[in-house]
Structure formats: C-alpha cells, structure tokens
C-alpha cells in the first residue's frame, strides 16, 4: 500500500491555496536565481497596475525599460528590504513605482480597491538555486526549497514540508533550515527577500525571520489544544490546515504583510577601551498564531458590534503582549463598520511601561510612515487634553492623569489657550496594559467621566428631575446622578484589557464570552507558552530555604502584647538583622559565582527581590562591603527603589537609588543593566512587574510573596535568549506551597468563584445604619456639601465636610474597642463592595452613592486601630542564634493540583479583627517553631506617590513658583487632603494615621511640602 509523502503534502497544500486562496501557481524555472525574484511577475505587475509609469519609463529607457526597473528593485531591497519596499514602492529614473496595494480602511476608495485586486500571490513548488553552502567534494550545493510564496514576483514566505508517515517531523525541518539552508544567499538574507520561513509537519506549525546557522529562532506558530502545546485534531484534514486555509491565504497574508509584520530595532550602548559603542539589533516581527487571532476576532467583534463592550485578552507573562497591543491599536484606528463609518475616533493606550511608549510608536510609524499618528503623553495633562481635543488617532498616557483634566481645562483657559474636549457623538477604545485594580477605582471613573461627558451629561438631563432627594438642591442632584453614571459601563466605551494574571474584578468587569463562553474573550495560556518553549519555566529550578533562629527576651517581665502589631515588629527586626542579612548576602554572592556567571556564555544577571526600602538599601550596603572585602570582580550590583530612604538606627542617613548606582539615574538604569558591566540588580517594588530582560536568569527572593504579585515577580525570569537552558529561584522566604497556590490558577484556565451577592450591600448598608454612628441626616447634610457645583472645594466646603464627620467620629470613639473594629469592617466592605458592583449594575441610585460618599469620607476621619502608633520591640529581644539551612531542591509542578477559584467581594471586612493580646514569650516560642508571618509593613510607597502626583499638578506647581516656603507649606496643607484621599485605597493604614492622627499629620505635612517645594524649584532653576 502505497504512503503517503512529501510531494503529496506539497500538492494539497498547493491545490487549496490555488483553488480557495487566492494564489496563481508558478514554475521552478520562472524563479531567477541571480536576483532571487519572480522577474516576469514582478514586470507584469507593474504594467498592469501602473502603465502610465511604464509608458513614461518606456518612453525614456526604451530596451533597457526591463532591465534597468529590475535593477532599480534589487538594488532598493539589498538597501531599504522587502518589507519597506512593499509598502512604499521604489524609485526608478524619479518615478516611484509601487510593488504591493493594500485593502483600504474603508470602501469609500473603489480605486484603491481595484488596484487592491491586481496583486498577484503565487505560489511555486521546488523553487531551486545554487548555494554559498559546498559539499565535501568542494562544489556548490544545490539547495531546494519545498514552498515558495511570493507576492507581486517578490518571494516573502519560504516553507519546509516534513511528513510523520515517512519518519519526519517539523523538528526535521528546523534542523534543515539550520544546517542546509545560509542565510548568505540572497533568497534568505535578511530583509532583502523572503521574509518568513516555515517549518510544517501535519500536527505543528514553527516560523522564524532570520536564518543564522544553528541560531536559527525558530518560534512554535500553533493553535493551542486543551490549554497545552500542538494543535487540536480536525475532522478530514491536517491538524495544521489553518496555515494554508487562514493564514496564508492572499487576503490574510497582504494583511499581515501591511498591518502586522514590522523591523523591530533596539540600540545600547556598551563601553570599550575607545570608548563607548552602539549595537544595534534588528529583529523582524511576524506575529505569533495566538497574537494574530487575537487581534483579528477583536477587531472582528468591534466590526460586527460597535463600541460598548469590555473584552479580557489573558495572554501568559513573556507570550508578547507589547507587539499585540501595538497591532490592537493600530486596527481599532482605522476600523469602519459597514457603512463605512469609523467605528473609533480615537483609541487611547493606558500603560505605565515606558518601553511600550516608544515601542508603540516606532511600530505604528512603520505601518502608516507619518507622524502626528501615536502622541505620547509625557509633559502633564495639559498634553492629554489637546490630544483628546485634537482626534490624536492613538494617545498613549497613564491612568492616573484623567483625574486632573478638569483642571487641566482650567488652566489652559485662564492661559487663552482654552479648548473643548467635545464627546457628543465620539467613540473611544481603551487598551489597558496589565488590567487590575486600575479599572475599578475612582481614577477609572474619571477615564470613564471624561470620555463620555456628552452621554452622561444627555442622561442627566432626562434623569436628574427623577432623584428623589427634597435635602439636596436641583444643582446637587446633578452632581450626584454624575458622579454615579461615571462608575457604569459607557456606550460609546470598549475597553480591551491585557493581562497575565487577572483577578476576580477583572474577569467581572471585562466580561466579554470568549470560546468557554465566559470571560476571557482571549487566552494564552502559561501551560502552552512553556511547552512551547516560547518561555521559560521560572519554577522548575526552585530552592527554598528557612530561617532558623532563636529569640531571646533581654527584659524580665513578660508583658502583654499584640499579637498580629508583636508578630509584625519581630518579622521587620529579623529582616533588617545584620546577621541575617550578612548570611543570605554570602549565600546569595557565593551562589552566584560558582553557578550563575558562567551561564548564557558569561552573560547571565540575577535579581535580589527584597522587601522594603530600606532592605534593599542594607543588602546594597552588605552585597557591596561583601565583595569589596574579598576583591571578587565581574559581581558590580545595581540597586532601584523610589524616593529617599532613612535608616532609623543610623541618625542623619539618607541614601537614594541614584546615589547609591554611582549617578545613573532612574531612567539610565535599565541599560546600565543590560551591559556587561553590572550583573545583579536588587530591587524594592520596582522592577517586579513590566521588566523584559532576557539575560535575567536566577532571583533571590527575601520578601514574602502571595498570589498575583508573586507570579507578576517571579515571571521577570521566563524570557527566552540564546544561551539560556534554564532558570533558577533561590528563595529564603516562601514556601514551595505557597508558590504553587499562587501559580496554580493563572498556569491553565483561571476558575472564578461565585459572583458578589448584590443584596449583600443592601444588609451592610442595613447593619451600618443600625449601628447609629451615623444617621440620614448626617449623610444628607455632608451630601449637600460635597455635591455642590463647584469645581474645586472652598475652604468653607472643607470646614462643613470635617464637622459632619467629626460628629460620627466623636460617637464611634464611644464604642468599645471590638465593636469599633467591627463597624470599621463593614465601612470598609461596603465602600469596595458598590465601588465593584456599581459598575456592573447601574444602580443610579441616588440614596446608594450618597451613602458610598459619606462612607468613604468617614473611613478616612476615622482613627486607626488601638493608639495608632507602631509596635517596636528591638529593645526588647536579642538574636540568640541563627542559620540558614536548606529546605528545598527542585521544581515546582504546576500541572498537579487544583487551582483555588478567585474571589471577589463579600459581606466580611477583613479590618474588623480583633488584635489578640498575648504574653510576648508566647509569641517569640511560636515564632521559633515556625518564621514567616502574612503581617507586613503599610506601603512604603505611599508618601512617595504623593509626593510624585504633587510635582506633577501644574497648580502646584504654580503656587511652588509664586511664594516662599513658609507660604507654600500653608498653602499646600489645603490640598493635602485632596491628594490623600487619592492614594486612599490599598494603602487605608497609613491613610488612616494620616487622617487621625493630628501630629502624625503635622509631620508629614511639613516634610513633604519641603520636598515637593525643593523639587519644583529646582528643575525650574535647572531648565
């Protein structure tokens, strides 16, 4: 019986894309070796779509017309390449002869569209030439090519076809194109003519864009099956018939060939003994198969259903989300529904990544070859509203500056330089990079408010008169029937939101069914993306070590502490303990010396993940003397934390990240790292998430680390780079369980738990009320207030607000210290719990958001827990003894388990535990048996956000610039509160003290006005 081979596949595969694809079939011999193109294809082309040019260039050149065209071209594509020259022509005695037209935006073009039809894709079998590659007998090899795919006579897609019924895979194939097919001949050279080459058996599906020898990347172009690797089996054809039935056909391959593929270029400087030089690296785009049917079924899905819907695209860590928000954008700014209408009029990229600023931008230049299409806001907010004014097509900004357009607006005004951001009519799309919490807070609804102020401003003109409320003025209706539209999903709004890791909020919020029928719309799983091989498994080289130590009590009394505030002062005196310190900094430099440095050919690097500020300075300082003192070379460490840092134990120290790197500033830091001059990098907080460094290859973890963080933490390490064969996880603080709960849920398909329960707001909204802290009046009364129309509160507004507040606060303080902790809870619970809800149900509920007001105001009159004041109790214990003993050695296997659902809000607030007094010698015995402690420090980054946002504001500014300190700190304590209140959520301790705590206040107050002072007036001075 006779099998199936090769050339069988070669002929079906040629047959579909000639009878259903689009495609013209060729001969061998009408390919020109000398030139590597298909020269009558390339003329007949020209003649046909062009023949004025022809006649013109015929009329000058007469003969020579052919020659002299074809020469023009070759030379054009060794110096511009295939790419530039498909998409703008090339130049010939001054006239510019197109070699490819594209599929218009919109219909509205019907010559551009009969220019579109005149493409010819063809497609040739055993395409033959001879090679730069010899054969043992020292002649020339001749090499044979299975596919060629060519477009306009220019070849762009080379294909090795490998059949498993003749005992060859596409493994086979790749190892072809390695070892038989160099990249020095001219069908291969890089850019100059083909510029995608495919390595097919029936089951997989492998590309890359440049060939380099045994270098050669190839990456696993594949559809996924059951959240794995490979390709799902299909009914009567090839596992792998989408190459040929979807991909490749002609609309598709001009379409990634206009819209996808790009020359991405990153340039660094290394310092030799001449001094300093750039390398520069190309690297050719085409994107992968989930990038690709990701875009398409989104743009597809906007196409077919407008703006409106809110899509999740849960893409793993490392599978090329920047390049797919790229392409995402681009399509959404030209998309035109049926009637030729555009569907967006503007499309607005929220992202915190500087490196996807630029990347944006050199990506979208490439497609479109113009400027003014991508603005990136990089000045103040003032940039972003011009932007939206203007119909910038892409502006690219971050979240946190829609909460201070309105100002914004002012000021160009008071300036004459007003303008008018007009909504009516207008649609937007929203890509988020990393969707979090960012869309569920109030800087969200700002994005949302601003976006849609034609809407909601139409909505509360028909609504306004029905909110039922006799103690609030027409005016202050208004304002509360906006503030709650804000908070619901807008009409003319599509948010697309990129995540690795989503959390119960985010699947709620971006709800949009994918192929399960529930959210994601989108997915790419961490499963498939390992076994790929497309990143690296950062769990299966894992080291876990625990700290043994003892303590001892240096005072003789046993007195009675707080548990959960004791456990917290222990486990910060064990962190920041010379000792321990000193041992992981010995453990960490030796590991890194005798198994790190040789890897990746010398070039491996490693992050030390510390847990605070201050840590990161101490193991800077300790990581520093340790190598100094033993002369080790090559280990240089670099150090990356915000702001300025103290040590208390060290009166009069300070110590910034600048300083500390020797003057590379925050921005200078990423290349420093990246050349062969620094090796470590230690980090607090920074650095963790958004950081692409492929040479990254082993962590030192000595910070506890839970759910999404320590996944977004640990996946800095899975980037691919020649060289690199593995990673490697060191972690003195985590458990091997602990990162397999928190890894599990996010390795395949993300289980999500029950929905918040809405009648759980009505019964905490119920038992808040019963507990008579607060009644109706007070929440009518302060509504009254905040809901005037003003656009920035008076001083009298600001006294009004804190005496209604105080009132509540002066009853709260009557209650015993259990029943306070347990109404704080439910304070707490309700406001996250309508701030979720609220923008899933429109509620527009007047009495709701009321209540949501004063809640949230209340919570930050209220004062903290117990005294307020942190536990200490360095003076109180002694380190006895201490070690680190190795616990673990090996991976950590995802695929054993179950994932743990996520969960959203509920009824239980988790701030209304009761702190358990205990003798501290029963503490310090339980913490012998066993270290490690959820209790971890307020957020250190708190009064460094402030101060970042409060150099920002342009009225700060201005009031920095116009009066003295003393005038200044007065002033700025007005505006404090406002700045507060917007760093409230996720950082309610601090925020708590700050707001309660008059002296705690005074403090910050004063030392933050001289810093934001200090800062203003000195980049003025410096520009």
């Known amino acids: 019986m006779p099998r199936q081979t090769e050339r069988d596949f070669e002929i079906a595969i040629e047959q579909e894309l000639i009878e259903h694809g689009g495609y013209a079939k060729r001969k061998p011999a009408d390919f ?34 052919q020659a002299t065209v074809l020469e023009n071209l070759t030379s054009e594509l060794r110096d511009k390449g295939t790419l530039h020259v498909l998409r703008n022509g090339f130049k010939c005695y001054g006239k510019t002869l197109r070699l490819a037209y594209f599929r218009p935006n919109s219909g509205l073009n019907t010559e551009t569209a009969a220019l579109y039809a005149k493409n010819r894709l063809t497609i040739t079998r055993q395409v033959a030439f001879t090679s730069v590659l010899k054969r043992p007998d020292g002649k020339h090899r001749r090499c044979v090519i299975d596919v060629t795919l060519a477009v306009n006579g220019l070849p762009v897609v080379t294909v090795e076809l490998k059949n498993h019924l003749t005992g060859q895979c596409a493994e086979d194939a790749i190892k072809q194109y390695r070892r038989d097919r160099d990249g020095r001949d001219l069908l291969f050279v890089f850019k100059q003519r083909a510029l995608v080459h495919f390595a097919v058996d029936p089951d997989e599906a492998w590309m890359a864009t440049r060939l380099n020898g045994a270098e050669t990347l190839f990456l696993p172009f594949n559809r996924g099956y059951q959240l794995g690797p490979g390709n799902p089996p299909v009914e009567g054809n090839w596992k792998v018939h989408y190459l040929w039935d979807e991909v490749l056909v002609r609309d598709s391959l001009l379409d990634i060939l206009q819209r996808f593929m790009h020359l991405e270029v990153k340039e660094r400087k290394v310092k030799t003994e001449k001094g300093a030089r750039t390398i520069r690296k190309e690297t050719m785009i085409f994107p992968r198969y989930h990038q690709l049917d990701a875009v398409r079924k989104l743009v597809e899905h906007a196409h077919a259903h407008g703006s409106g819907h809110n899509y999740l695209i849960q893409h793993s860590a490392g599978s090329g989300k920047s390049n797919s928000i790229a392409w995402l954008a681009h399509r959404l700014a030209g998309l035109h529904d049926a009637s030729d209408t555009k569907i967006f009029h503007s499309v607005v990229v929220v992202t915190d990544r500087r490196i996807l600023d630029q ?30 004014s203007q119909g910038t097509p892409i502006v690219i900004t971050t979240i946190q500056k829609f909460p201070f357009i309105a100002h914004a607006l002012m000021t160009l005004e008071k300036h004459g330089k007003g303008v008018k951001i007009d909504t009516a009519g207008k649609r937007y799309a929203v890509i988020v990079d990393e969707a979090h919490s960012s869309q569920s807070g109030e800087t969200a609804k ?10 909601i401003e139409s909505a509360i003109a028909e609504q306004w008169s029905d909110v039922e409320d006799d103690s609030l003025t027409d005016e202050a209706k208004r304002n509360l029937l906006r503030e709650a539209l804000k908070r619901t999903r807008q009409p003319n709004l599509s948010f697309f939101a990129f995540t690795a890791t989503p959390k119960f909020k985010t699947l709620a919020l971006f709800d949009e069914s994918g192929p399960t029928g529930a959210a994601p719309f989108h997915e790419y799983s961490m499963r498939q993306a390992i076994q790929e091989n497309f990143i690296m498994d950062v769990l299966a080289n894992y080291t876990t070590y625990q700290r043994f130590y003892g303590l001892i009590k240096q005072i003789e009394n046993d007195p009675q502490v707080p548990r959960r ?12 303990h010379p000792v321990n310190i000193g041992q992981i900094v010995a453990v960490i430099i030796e590991h890194f010396r005798l198994h790190v440095m040789p890897e990746i050919g010398g070039r491996a690097k490693a992050m030390v993940v ?3 500020r201050l840590a990161a300075v101490k193991y800077k300082l300790a990581f520093d003397a340790y190598i100094r003192e033993r002369g080790y070379d090559g280990i240089r ?19 910034t990240e600048v300083a500390m790197n020797g003057g590379i500033t925050e921005s200078e830091l990423p290349e420093a790292f990246e050349s062969e001059e620094y090796r470590v990098l230690l980090v607090a907080e920074k650095y963790q998430t958004g950081f692409d460094q492929p040479l990254l290859q082993t962590m030192y973890v000595v910070k506890k680390l839970a759910g999404v963080q320590a996944v977004q933490t640990l996946s800095r390490l899975n980037r691919m780079a020649l060289g690199k064969s593995c990673t490697f996880v060191l972690d003195f603080v985590n458990s091997e369980e602990d990162i397999h709960k928190a890894f599990k849920p996010y390795y395949e398909r993300t289980p ?14 119920h038992e808040i009320v019963e507990s008579a802290v607060f009644g109706p009046d007070d929440v009518s009364a302060y509504a009254s207030v905040w809901y005037r129309g003003r656009r920035e509160q008076t001083a009298g507004d600001h006294r009004q ?8 606060v002066a009853r709260f303080g009557q209650r015993d210290e259990e029943a306070r902790e347990v109404f704080r809870g439910k304070l707490t619970a309700f406001r996250n719990l309508y701030a979720f809800l609220s923008q899933i149900i429109p509620y527009q509920d007047s009495a709701l958001e009321k209540f949501y007001t004063f809640v949230r105001g209340l919570l930050a009159k209220l004062p903290p827990p117990g005294d307020g004041r942190g536990f200490k109790l360095d003076d109180e214990v002694a380190l006895k003894y201490y070690r680190l003993r190795q616990i673990g050695d090996g991976s950590i296997d995802l695929g054993k388990g179950d994932a743990a659902p996520l969960k959203g809000p509920t009824d239980v607030g988790t701030g209304g535990v009761r702190d358990e007094v205990v003798p501290l010698s029963s503490l310090v015995e339980k913490l012998n048996e066993r270290f490690g402690t959820d209790f971890t420090e307020a957020d250190q980054l708190f009064f460094d956000q402030i101060r970042s946002t409060a150099t920002a504001s342009e009225k700060v500014v201005e009031a920095a610039q116009a009066n003295n300190l003393d005038n200044f700190s007065a002033w700025f304590g007005k505006v404090l509160d406002g700045l507060f209140v917007d760093r409230m959520e996720g950082n309610e301790e601090i925020f708590a003290r700050v707001m309660g705590d008059k002296a705690f206040r005074q403090a910050a107050q004063e030392h933050l006005a001289q810093e934001v002072y200090e800062r203003i007036r000195n980049r003025s001075t410096a520009e």
């Open 32 to 65: 020109d070796e000398n030139t590597a193109l298909f020269p009558d294809d390339v003329i007949g082309f020209l003649k046909d779509s062009q023949s004025e040019r022809w006649s013109q260039l015929e009329a000058l050149l007469g003969e020579r017309t």
């Open 359 to 388: 990347q944006l931008q050199d990506t979208i230049y490439q497609f479109e070859h113009k400027t003014g299409v991508v603005e990136k806001i990089d000045e103040n907010t003032q940039q972003l509203v011009r932007a939206l």
């Open 446 to 455: 700002a994005l949302r408010g601003m976006l849609n102020q034609a809407g």
């Open 565 to 576: 505030k004791a456990a917290g002062a222990l486990a910060r005196y064990m962190e920041l």
């Open 610 to 612: 510390t847990a605070s």
């Open 637 to 655: 460490s670099l150090v990356a934390f915000s702001g300025t840092v103290e040590d208390p134990d060290v009166p009069g120290s300070s110590w």
């Open 752 to 765: 999500v738990g029950d929905s918040a329960d809405p009648q759980q707001l009505n019964k905490l909204q």
């Open 801 to 808: 607000l804190n005496a209604i507040l105080d009132k509540a």
